[in-house]
C-alpha cells in the first residue's frame, strides 16, 4: 500500500506540472562566472514550473521528496563492478562526487544533467593516514566505516554514511578534487562533516535554513573556500549541481575535475575535462524541453 501511495503521489506531481509554462530567471553571478568560457549560458533555464504551483506544494514537499526520492526506475548505468572499482582507484578523501541519477525519479525532476552530490570521506587506513581515525568526531562512526561506508551524503534520510555501491548505483560520476591549503584544513573539514552526520534533510533546499542540509549545501557549509555558485530559484537561494560541474570544469572555482566516468545502456566509458564541458553544453542546448525543475537539487 505504501509503495502504491508513493507512486501515486510521483505521479500525480508529474502530470500537475507536464502543462506548465517555463520562465527563465534574471541573470545572477553563476551566469557571469560562465561569460566567455564553452559554457555561457549554461544552467539557466531551472524554473519550469509555474510559482504559484510551487507554492501551493511547499507545504507538502517532504511528503512529496520522500514519495520521489524512493522511486527507482532501473539500475544506473555505471552499477558495475568493473567501472565502480576505476572510480574508487581515483577518488581521493573530501573528493566532491557528482551524480547523474537519471535512473529514478528525482532525477527526472531536476533541473540539470547531475542532480546530486556526495562525498567521499575516506576509509580507515586513509583517515588514519591524515591522523583523524582516533578523532573524536569519527570515533562513533568507526563501525560503518570499517563496514565501507566511505560516502557522506544528504538526502531524504538525512546527512549519513553510504557504501560505494549505493553512491555509484548511478549514470554518470564527476569526481572534483578541492583545493585545500594544508592537511590541517583536511583534517577541519572531516571533523566539519562527521560533526554534521544525522542532521535531517532540507526539503526545500534553502540556503537560508542551515539546520537542515540538502547535498549541495552540505559541501558548501564544510568547505566554503570552495564557492559554490548559488542562484536564485523560486525565490530561494540554492545550489545547483550542474553550475558546481560547469564551474569546476571550466576553472572558476578551486574544484579540479579528476576524473569522468559516462555510462550508456550495455556500455560505460572514462571520459575527461573537456567530456565533461561538452556533455554539459549539450545537455542543455539540446534537452531544456525535457527537464522539468522541482525547484532545487538533490532529492
Not at 562527521?194 to 549541495?216: I, S, V
Request: glycine share 8%.
Amino acid at each position: 500500500m505504501a509503495r502504491r501511495f508513493r507512486g501515486i503521489l510521483a505521479g500525480l506531481l508529474i502530470a500537475v506540472v507536464a502543462g506548465c509554462s517555463a520562465s527563465t530567471p534574471p541573470i545572477g553571478p553563476a551566469d557571469l562566472a560562465l561569460v566567455g568560457t564553452p559554457l555561457e549560458g549554461c544552467c539557466r533555464e531551472t524554473e519550469v514550473y509555474a510559482p504559484v504551483l510551487i507554492a501551493l506544494i511547499e507545504p507538502f514537499a517532504p511528503l512529496l521528496g520522500n514519495a520521489v526520492g524512493a522511486s527507482v526506475f532501473r539500475s544506473g548505468y555505471l552499477a558495475d563492478e568493473r567501472v565502480q572499482a576505476q572510480v574508487l582507484q581515483v577518488v581521493r578523501p573530501l573528493d566532491v562526487v557528482l551524480l547523474s541519477n537519471k535512473h529514478r525519479a528525482s532525477g527526472s525532476t531536476i533541473p540539470g544533467l547531475f542532480g546530486h552530490l556526495a562525498v567521499y570521506l575516506g576509509s580507515e587506513a586513509e583517515l588514519r593516514a591524515l591522523g583523524m581515525w582516533n578523532h573524536a568526531t569519527v570515533v562513533p562512526h568507526q563501525a560503518e566505516i570499517r563496514a565501507g561506508m566511505t560516502f557522506i551524503e544528504s538526502d531524504r534520510l538525512g546527512v549519513h554514511l553510504s557504501l560505494p555501491e549505493e553512491i555509484l548505483n548511478t549514470d554518470r560520476v564527476v569526481l572534483a578534487r578541492p583545493q585545500l591549503a594544508s592537511n590541517a584544513r583536511r583534517r577541519e573539514v572531516v571533523a566539519g562533516f562527521a560533526q554534521r552526520l544525522g542532521m535531517k534533510f532540507d526539503y526545500h533546499f534553502d540556503n537560508a535554513t542551515p539546520d537542515e542540509l540538502y547535498c549541495a549545501e552540505l559541501v558548501s557549509i564544510v568547505m566554503p573556500e570552495l564557492r559554490l555558485p548559488t542562484r536564485i530559484i523560486y525565490g530561494r537561494e540554492t545550489i545547483l549541481p550542474d553550475d558546481v560541474a560547469a564551474q569546476a570544469s571550466t576553472g572558476r572555482i578551486p574544484l579540479a575535475v579528476a576524473a569522468y566516468f559516462r555510462g550508456k545502456p550495455e556500455v560505460w566509458e572514462r571520459s575527461d575535462r573537456a567530456g565533461l564541458i561538452t556533455d554539459l553544453a549539450d545537455w542543455w542546448q539540446r534537452g531544456r524541453n525535457e527537464k522539468p525543475a522541482a525547484g532545487a537539487p538533490g532529492v
